[in-house]
């Protein structure tokens, strides 16, 4: 499975996603998109990631990572 959960450094558990993957997006559009960042607010128990659309710059949103993992609406990019 691409996705396991990793502990080191004390960090917390990003389930192998690091800044610079590329996932698409299921669906009608087919879009890709690149982690830029991994945050972890203080009120949200989950952390959540940091997309920008490949060959947009300018277009971005932040996903629970739990939806990035989610097959039913992302997979990764080769």
């Known amino acids: 499975m691409l ?4 502990f080191g450094d004390g960090a917390a558990d990003e ?3 690091s800044a610079g993957q590329r996932f698409r997006a ?3 559009k087919s879009i890709t998109w690149e982690v830029s960042a ?3 607010y203080a009120w949200e128990p989950a952390p959540h990631v940091r997309l920008q659309r490949v060959g947009v710059p300018g277009d971005m949103k932040t996903v629970a990572l ?5 097959d039913r609406y992302f997979e990764p990019a080769s």
Do not use: N
């Open 3 to 6: 996705f396991k959960k990793q």
């Open 15 to 17: 389930y192998g996603i």
């Open 26 to 28: 299921k669906g009608a």
């Open 38 to 40: 991994i945050h972890r």
């Open 66 to 70: 739990e939806t990035l993992r989610d």
